[in-house]
């Protein structure tokens, strides 16, 4: 099994910057893709944002050109940078891994007031 941590949300203005971090441990060998997910109250889940062993990345529409993923292997961390946020940015946000199905944390939540 693959054990996730995510920490970094908070409450921001629209406009400002969080750094959310995933520190993940366990079976981590085999995970290939690992990515974002967030779900605000009253809406389905959301994919962000996922990446790959080689570094390719994807994002969802709402977020291309304002958050950013990457992964760093020396320390088993996923991170998403996330800049320019705005009040839809609110959620709560899950890292996920996966190897045969996604496995996701607990989540962090994010608030962004305008």
């Known amino acids: 099994q693959v054990q996730l941590v995510e920490s970094g949300g908070g409450l921001v203005q629209a406009g400002e910057s969080l750094r959310l971090s995933c520190a993940a441990s366990?079976?981590?060998?085999?995970?290939?893709?690992m990515g974002w997910s967030r779900q605000a109250p009253g809406k389905l889940r959301e994919v962000v944002a996922n990446?790959?062993?080689?570094?390719?990345?994807n994002y969802a529409n709402s977020v291309k050109g304002r958050f950013t993923i990457s992964r760093s292997s020396a320390n088993n961390t996923l991170y998403l940078q996330m800049n320019s946020l705005k009040p839809e940015d609110t959620a709560v946000y899950y890292c996920?891994?996966?190897?045969?199905?996604?496995?996701w944390g607990q989540g962090t939540q994010v608030t962004v007031s305008s």
């Open positions: 366990g079976s981590i060998f085999s995970v290939n893709t």
């Open positions: 990446i790959d062993t080689r570094g390719s990345t």
């Open positions: 996920g891994a996966f190897r045969s199905s996604w496995a």
